[in-house]
Structure formats: structure tokens, C-alpha cells
């Protein structure tokens, strides 16, 4: 009985730390083969020749159409500087420096990569389309309800996540920086 | 007690081999990938227009809403692929995957393309033929070599006004995704002094000029 009971045991740990561990590194976990900067993580082997094991896992398992390292390099966000999950009921405030690079998007999605912006809304923001601060740093709003100044507007959601996509960033071409810089995402008033 | 912890080791050992597996095995096991997903649209030697994101609507590609994408699919089987044209004054780049997904090559237009796409994609055949000029291309081709021959192409053209999506859709619609004819350069066959009977060459004296 104690041998059934100890086998039983390793079984269970077998296939929770063999799954657990297979589902946390290819999806929102950062282990191998993905790169978190503050909140924002990204695959950046994606778009390389090569890619290792671990995204070859994940994007066999993402319907993404990835970009190619030369045209650029996309990150996503799930959650706040804090760590905690978006909310479609608060306002979250984006400020910092991007790694350099032609333009940068911003656009919010669902689970399942809808775009989540009411009908007939912008659906993203241009980094060349910002208003800027006289020191060129542009501050960013994500809300569903009105926001001053860059506002990206969504329709409220229990949950959502970001992506920041950097075009012809040169800085990413040796993958091997470590130095990177990504904007801050603070979470402001929440309804 | 020791016994018990024993059993916990050895099943974190079994976990992890588990990990493993999943992880190498999930690329392998994969029945729905871009690759079958581009397949399936009609992208056989012409560009199909992706469908631009919009609210709420279905992204199956995860395509971000600043671009209006088309994608070709395309077999170095009986020749060179091609894909060519003239792409709007704005950013555009453009990106190279084998049937395995893999990044073949990529670029933009900042790297001196300007307008103007002109994308040759080769096998090592016939990137060997190229390199022995025993094969004609067009000049000014960028060439990129492909270990597999069935590849697909991602031209992303950035709207910075959704007013220009029309423009832009005829554009991508206008390029030319196709194979090159393979026109080789003419190699004789035979040697010039001409081969003995058993097809060993005959020792052949230039004449003095």
C-alpha cells in the first residue's frame, strides 16, 4: 500500500511539474527563449533562422505571424509594472523610453488576438502620431473611458494585454543587449 | 520517509524529461500551423491580401492593425521564385518563412530598396547554378537562398492613414509573385577536342593566335 501510494505520488508529480511546467514556459512564463523587460515580454528568436527549442514551441502553439528580426520585434504585456493583470475598468498610464527603432504601434487584444477597440476607434497608435513633451517623451493613456492627452481607446474588457511592436529596431539585430528600456505601464483610476 | 522523498525526486525527474518532451515535441505535433494555415488560402504564386484587424474582428494571424499585409505562397520546384513590384512611399518590409515556419530572410525599405521589391528566392541547386552563371536572372535580384523549396512571402505595408488602405491593397494586389523561368546558360556538352569511346575527354591543343 505504501509502495501504490508513493508511486501514485511520483506520478503526480511527474505530469504536474512536466505540464505545469511545459504550459508556464510557453505561455505567459519567461524560462527559456523568451525576454521579459519590466512588464513586457517577447520571443526574440521568433524571426531568426534559428530559433530555439522553446519558441519553436511557442509559436507552434501562437497562430503569429511573427516578423522577421530585420523588420522588427513585437512585445506584449499582460499585466502592470506591478504585476497585476489589466482591467478593462482602470486607466493605465505609459511613459518611459523605447528601445530606438523607425515607429512603434500600440494596440490592445483579447485572448484571442481580437483587436479590442469599439467600432469605428482607432484601433492602435503611431509613434509618429504622438504628442510629445518638450523633452519628445510622449505619455500614454490606455482606457475605455476618456483619457487626456495620447489615448488609446478600448472597449471595456475583464481583461486584456498590450503589444508594442518596434519596426527596424537595429538594437535588437544582435539579441544580445541586456540594457534594454521599455516604457513603465501604471495603473491610474479604476471605476 | 526517505523512501517517499525518493519517489518525489524521481517523479521532478520524470517531469522534467515530460517538459522536455512537450516542449521539443509540440513543433513536431502541431497540425494547425502558418504554414497550413497559408496553404490554405488561395496565395499559390499570387499575392492574397490579408485582412486588415479591426474591432473585435477575428485576427487569426495576429496582425497588427498598422499594416496591410499580403502573403504569397510559393514552390522553388520548377524554378526561382519571384516576387516583384512597386510598393507605396511609406514603410514596408518583407519577410521570407519556409513550410517549417523558420525566418528565411527579411528586410525593410530603410535598408536602400526604396520603392522598389525585387525578391529573388533560390534552392541550393539553384543558388549553385547562379553562382556557376550557368543561370540567368534579372539584374538588380536580391537574392536569398532557401533550403526548402516551399516558402511563403509576407510583404507588411504601414498605413499611417486607414484612408490609404485602398491604395495600398492595389498595390500589394499588383505584385508579382511567381517562379523565374529557369534559363540556363548554354554549357557544352562535350569537351572541344571531343571524348574517346569510352567517354574520357580528348587532351584538346588551342590553336596559337
Redesign the interface.
Known amino acids: 500500500m505504501k509502495n501504490l501510494f508513493d508511486l501514485l505520488l511520483a506520478i503526480l508529480v511527474a505530469v504536474g511539474v512536466g505540464f505545469g511546467l511545459s504550459y508556464y514556459a510557453l505561455g505567459r512564463g519567461v524560462i527559456v527563449g523568451a525576454r521579459q523587460v519590466g512588464p513586457w515580454i517577447t520571443w526574440p528568436s521568433a524571426g531568426t533562422p534559428t530559433p530555439d527549442p522553446y519558441t519553436r514551441a511557442y509559436l507552434a502553439r501562437t497562430p503569429e505571424l511573427a516578423l522577421n528580426v530585420a523588420e522588427g520585434i513585437a512585445f506584449v504585456a499582460h499585466a502592470d509594472s506591478a504585476g497585476e493583470p489589466f482591467s478593462g475598468n482602470c486607466t493605465y498610464r505609459l511613459d518611459g523610453t523605447t528601445p530606438q527603432a523607425a515607429f512603434w504601434t500600440l494596440y490592445a487584444i483579447n485572448e484571442d488576438g481580437a483587436i479590442i477597440t469599439p467600432a469605428g476607434r482607432a484601433t492602435h497608435l503611431l509613434s509618429t502620431q504622438l504628442v510629445r513633451e518638450e523633452d519628445n517623451s510622449a505619455i500614454v493613456r490606455v482606457s475605455s473611458h476618456l483619457a487626456p492627452g495620447n489615448w488609446l481607446e478600448i472597449a471595456p474588457a475583464d481583461t486584456f494585454s498590450l503589444v508594442l511592436t518596434l519596426y527596424d529596431a537595429a538594437e535588437f539585430a544582435g539579441l544580445g543587449k541586456t540594457d534594454t528600456v521599455m516604457p513603465a505601464i501604471t495603473r491610474e483610476a479604476c471605476q | 520517509m526517505i523512501?517517499?522523498f525518493l519517489?518525489?525526486l524521481?517523479?521532478?525527474v520524470?517531469?522534467?524529461?515530460?517538459?522536455l518532451?512537450?516542449?521539443?515535441g509540440?513543433?513536431l505535433?502541431?497540425e494547425?500551423?502558418?504554414w497550413t494555415?497559408i496553404s490554405a488560402l488561395d496565395a499559390l504564386d499570387k499575392p492574397r491580401i490579408l485582412d486588415v484587424?479591426?474591432?473585435?474582428?477575428?485576427?487569426?494571424?495576429?496582425?497588427?492593425?498598422?499594416f496591410i499585409?499580403a502573403?504569397c505562397r510559393l514552390s522553388l520546384v520548377s524554378g526561382p521564385g519571384v516576387v516583384s513590384g512597386l510598393l507605396p512611399d511609406t514603410?514596408w518590409?518583407v519577410?521570407?518563412f519556409d513550410s517549417s515556419?523558420?525566418?528565411?530572410?527579411?528586410?525593410?525599405n530603410?535598408?536602400g530598396l526604396g520603392q522598389s521589391l525585387q525578391l529573388g528566392v533560390f534552392n541550393p541547386s539553384q543558388t549553385r547554378l547562379l553562382a556557376q552563371r550557368e543561370l540567368e536572372i534579372t539584374e538588380g535580384l536580391l537574392i536569398v537562398e532557401s533550403a526548402l523549396d516551399d516558402i511563403y512571402v509576407?510583404v507588411?505595408l504601414?498605413m499611417?492613414l486607414p484612408e490609404l488602405a485602398d491604395r495600398y491593397r492595389a498595390a500589394l494586389s499588383g505584385l508579382t509573385c511567381t517562379n523565374a523561368p529557369m534559363r540556363t546558360t548554354e554549357v557544352p556538352l562535350t569537351p572541344p577536342g571531343g571524348i574517346t569511346e569510352n567517354g574520357a575527354p580528348i587532351p584538346y591543343d588551342r590553336p596559337n593566335r
Open positions: 523512501r517517499t519517489f518525489v524521481g517523479g521532478i520524470l517531469g522534467l524529461i515530460i517538459h518532451v512537450v516542449v521539443l509540440l513543433p505535433a502541431s494547425e500551423t502558418n494555415r484587424p479591426s474591432g473585435f474582428s477575428p485576427n487569426p494571424f495576429r496582425l497588427d492593425p498598422t499585409s502573403v514603410f518590409s519577410a521570407v515556419n523558420r525566418a528565411v530572410y527579411g528586410t525593410t530603410r535598408s509576407v507588411r504601414a499611417p
